[in-house]
C-alpha cells in the first residue's frame, strides 16, 4: 500500500473480500434487474475503479448482453455490477464501512417503487415492542464474517476456555 487509503469489504460469509481506493459516486439505482438481483427496493453501488479481491473470486450471473453481476458463490451476497467497458461498481452495503459511501445521485427513478417514498416517513417499533423483542435478539448467534479483514477463512470457532 503505498499512500493509499483503501476501503475493504466483502460478502456476508467472509469467502470473498475485496479492496479499493478510487471510487467513483455511490448511487442508488431504482431499475428492475437492481431490484431482482439484491432483492430489495434498489441497489445501492459504487463505482470502484481499482477493485482489487484479497481473498476468494466472486461467480458471475449475466444478467444482460451489458451487465454481469459479482455474487459468492457460498453464501449468495451480490458484490458488483459489472457494465462492459467500464469500472465495476461495488454494492455498498458489503463494504466494512458503507456510511462512508453516502449515494449522491438516484437512477432509474421511473422503476421507483412507489412507497420507497415513503419509507422515511413509516413507524419503527415501540419502546414496548422494542422491550418484548429483546430476548428474542440477544439469543442469536451472528455466524456473518466481521466487518474488517480476518487472517483466515472460514474463522476458528472460539471456546470458552
Same mark, same amino acid.
Request: net charge positive.
Given at each position: !500500500?503505498?499512500? #493509499?487509503?483503501?476501503?475493504?469489504?466483502?460478502?456476508?460469509?467472509?469467502?470473498?473480500?475485496?479492496?479499493?481506493?478510487?471510487? *467513483?459516486?455511490?448511487?442508488?439505482?431504482?431499475?428492475? !434487474?437492481?431490484? #431482482?438481483?439484491?432483492?430489495?427496493?434498489?441497489?445501492?453501488?459504487?463505482?470502484?475503479?481499482?477493485?482489487?479481491?484479497?481473498? *476468494?473470486?466472486?461467480k458471475h450471473f449475466q444478467s444482460s448482453n451489458k451487465v454481469k453481476r459479482g455474487f459468492c458463490g457460498e453464501c449468495g451476497t451480490p458484490l458488483t455490477f459489472e457494465f462492459d467497458g467500464w469500472a465495476p461498481d461495488v454494492t455498498v452495503t458489503t463494504m466494512d464501512d458503507p456510511e462512508r459511501m453516502p449515494p449522491v445521485i438516484q437512477l432509474a427513478t421511473e422503476m421507483r417503487l412507489p412507497w420507497c417514498e415513503r419509507v422515511i416517513d413509516m413507524p419503527g417499533l415501540s419502546e414496548d415492542e422494542i422491550a418484548k423483542a429483546a430476548a428474542h435478539y440477544a439469543a442469536i448467534t451472528s455466524f456473518q464474517h466481521p466487518d474488517h479483514d480476518t487472517a483466515s477463512w472460514p474463522q476458528e470457532a472460539k471456546t470458552d476456555e
Open positions: !500500500m503505498t499512500g #493509499k487509503t483503501y476501503l475493504s469489504g466483502g460478502c456476508q460469509c467472509g469467502a470473498i473480500r475485496y479492496r479499493a481506493s478510487d471510487f *467513483g459516486r455511490s448511487s442508488l439505482c431504482h431499475c428492475r !434487474m437492481c431490484q #431482482k438481483a439484491l432483492g430489495g427496493p434498489f441497489a445501492a453501488l459504487v463505482t470502484a475503479k481499482d477493485l482489487e479481491y484479497t481473498r *476468494g473470486q466472486p
